[in-house]
């Protein structure tokens, strides 16, 4: 959407529908329109209808009368056509004319406007896709007024303190003692294992070709392509580079190859795993459901266990000399799992999976733009992006200037996971009807089942922690832990259920917010316009580079893969704000009674204990939580 009031902005303003709220008289009138109601179109009183009309009607009046009259206005009318067709011609052009320069001005200015301002930006787009979600004209929703309020005004006296918050670092030091090793020969991995069989390295004797078509986004394959390594190493297998599945959700058609390297890739791995690019020509054609060497998640049970791929797995292996697992979501488990297979997978996560140069470069320049800085300032920066950042400074730089932190935020807040939560957000009876037909059209197994149980209150989901935290509960928790409003945001994230008007309460309290469509010129987007997997990527370098990283919600394939990114190649540096959604909610639940001083120290005391550092619990990801002796190594 353009500026308001501009061409653009004001055909949009009439996509509305009926369930917008539209008041009786307006929808009638919208109804008429559409309908083609009789009446409309009909001449107005002193038109050429009406006057033939009322001539025709007076009929006391002799036809001599009529005819003579008729004559005249005939012949009136002629000489006034005569006499004015070159100014009638002059008008016609002048419009059209204007109409042109109008078209011109919108389609050179409309893009400059957007690309400045975000919050048009994303209602322009939602409202093309989805208006009824995203973009409808709504008042503000605030469920936590008075907290808002405190918070305001606590913001206000400390923005001009020099003192910074303590979580722009790691609150426990020893964070820094643990580092990356996953890459490197452990004594441990000479030994057979929990008798499965395996030996560290490549086998010599493959027996036979594994082929994964890989479902989800981004995250989701990234973690199937790892756990495939792991397999095909278990197994003796040869691993075919595991194709990625087209998703109605996800719309992207991309591919390994134009999201990772390719031959970095088969090099990090290629004295572990027998690896290749493509079935052999013979395999190609063959129908692996008919033979049955097709394996679906329904075959898998989830987080399988190694047993289970010997069992049900290797026989196939031999008999067919290929299986292809189809889907293949979260189907292998973390524990009890092989030494070295375990480090292989976090050999494969953190070393062999690297973004194509491509997303590495404008990825850089994410970085560089939110910095104002052009130089590597971790492990983690030239791990993401390679050589695209330099290790010293440009002369363009003064080395004296320190570059600009930043934190970025993982808002999950769509439609889709707002509307499967079952929770209620303060939008009142219009968004629960919102949220039911939704649910209705495309979750109808949650509601089948709904109608068998009592389902919990919305309330009682709250209490349990089980409600996305809203983009207000976002900007409470960075307050309450001293983030000044002038703190720079790059928000990542797809689009926020409410738009602008349910963003207000984050973006009045800190108004740096910027996404990547802000940083980027749409000629440095448009390489991966309707690629939705190499967009993730870019957000997923902001969010790893991220001098702290916030989510709010833990479970997210994101938030997970970001957090151990960190972990492994923080150095201790890398802090992660990890709200706990239960405790938040008993916070909030005092909101009319709490004082501003009580509320900072008891989210200070929940983010901090989620800050604690430990070694990787069992059953836990590796990917996730790599500090374990078969990922990283801890110095004294």
Do not use: H
């Given at each position: 959407m353009g500026k308001q009031g501009s061409p653009r902005s004001r055909l949009d303003s009439l996509n509305f529908d009926s369930s917008s709220g539209l008041k009786e008289h307006q929808f009638k009138w919208?109804?008429?329109?559409?309908?083609?109601?009789?009446?409309?179109?009909?001449?107005?009183?002193?038109?050429?209808?009406?006057?033939?009309?009322?001539?025709?009607?007076?009929?006391?009046?002799?036809?001599?009368?009529k005819s003579c009259k008729g004559v005249y206005a005939g012949k009136r009318h002629t000489w006034w056509l005569h006499r004015h067709i070159r100014s009638i011609i002059f008008t016609f052009m002048l419009v059209c004319f204007l109409f042109l320069l109008d078209s011109v001005m919108v389609s050179i200015f409309d893009p400059v406007i957007l690309h400045h301002n975000l919050a048009p930006r994303k209602s322009r787009v939602t409202e093309e896709k989805k208006p009824t979600y995203y973009d409808q004209e709504r008042s503000p929703v605030k469920m936590y007024h008075r907290l808002l309020n405190l918070a305001s005004i606590s913001l206000a006296e400390r923005e001009n303190e020099p003192q910074l918050s303590k979580f722009w670092k790691e609150t426990y030091p020893q964070a820094s003692l643990w580092k990356p090793c996953a890459h490197k020969k452990n004594s441990q991995e000479n030994i057979v294992l929990l008798n499965y069989g395996t030996m560290a390295g490549k086998p010599r004797?493959?027996?036979?070709?594994?082929?994964?078509?890989?479902?989800?986004?981004?995250?989701?394959?990234?973690?199937?392509?790892?756990?495939?390594?792991?397999?095909?190493?278990?197994?003796?297998?040869?691993?075919?580079?595991?194709?990625?599945?087209?998703?109605?959700?996800?719309?992207?058609?991309?591919?390994?190859?134009?999201?990772?390297?390719?031959?970095?890739?088969l090099n990090v791995l290629k004295d572990d795993v027998n690896i290749v690019k493509e079935l052999p020509p013979d395999l190609k054609s063959i129908d692996f459901e008919e033979i049955g060497s097709l394996i679906t998640d329904a075959d898998l049970p989830k987080e399988a266990t190694p047993h289970e791929y010997i069992k049900n797995v290797l026989l196939l292996l031999q008999r067919n000399g290929v299986v292809h697992f189809l889907g293949f979501g979260n189907r292998l488990g973390f524990d009890p799992f092989p030494f070295n297979l375990q480090r292989l997978r976090c050999k494969c996560n953190f070393h062999a999976l690297k973004f194509v140069p491509r997303i590495q470069k404008v990825g850089s320049l994410l970085i560089k733009r939110i910095r104002k800085y052009n130089s590597a300032r971790s492990m983690l920066d030239k791990q993401l992006l390679g050589d695209f950042i330099s290790d010293v400074p440009s002369k363009e730089h003064n080395t004296i200037r320190s570059p600009s932190n930043y934190l970025a935020l993982h808002l999950r807040f769509e439609i889709d996971m707002v509307a499967y939560s079952m929770c209620e957000f303060g939008g009142g009876e219009n968004e629960r009807r919102e949220l039911q037909a939704y649910r209705e059209e495309h979750f109808p197994l949650v509601i089948k089942r709904l109608k068998k149980i009592k389902p919990l209150t919305p309330q009682e989901l709250r209490q349990m922690g089980r409600c996305p935290l809203t983009p207000e509960e976002a900007a409470l928790v960075l307050a309450g832990l001293g983030f000044k409003s002038g703190t720079y945001i790059y928000l990542a994230g797809s689009q926020i259920y409410g738009g602008r008007t349910r963003m207000h309460p984050l973006t009045s309290l800190y108004p740096n917010l910027v996404t990547k469509e802000d940083l980027l010129s749409p000629s440095e987007l448009a390489p991966f316009k309707n690629f939705s997997s190499q967009?993730?990527?870019?957000?997923f370098i902001a969010c790893a580079a991220a001098d702290v990283f916030a989510m709010t919600d833990s479970g997210s394939q994101l938030s997970s893969l970001v957090s151990g990114f960190r972990a492994y190649y923080g150095s201790g540096n890398s802090p992660i704000v990890r709200p706990s959604k239960k405790r938040l909610a008993a916070i909030l639940q005092e909101n009319s009674s709490i004082g501003w001083s009580t509320f900072e120290n008891r989210i200070e005391k929940m983010i901090e204990e989620g800050q604690r550092v430990h070694m990787r619990p069992l059953g836990k990801s590796i990917y996730r939580q790599p500090r374990c002796k078969e990922c990283m190594c801890k110095h004294q």
């Open positions: 919208t109804e008429m329109l559409q309908n083609g109601d009789p009446s409309l179109g009909r001449r107005v009183p002193g038109g050429d209808y009406y006057w033939d009309s009322v001539v025709s009607g007076k009929g006391s009046k002799n036809d001599t009368m004797n493959s027996t036979g070709f594994i082929l994964i078509s890989a479902n989800g986004g981004l995250n989701q394959q990234r973690v199937a392509v790892c756990n495939g390594v792991a397999v095909a190493s278990l197994l003796n297998a040869t691993l075919v580079i595991p194709k990625f599945l087209y998703s109605n959700v996800w719309k992207d058609p991309s591919q390994f190859s134009d999201i990772y390297q390719e031959e970095n890739f967009l993730a990527a870019l957000d």
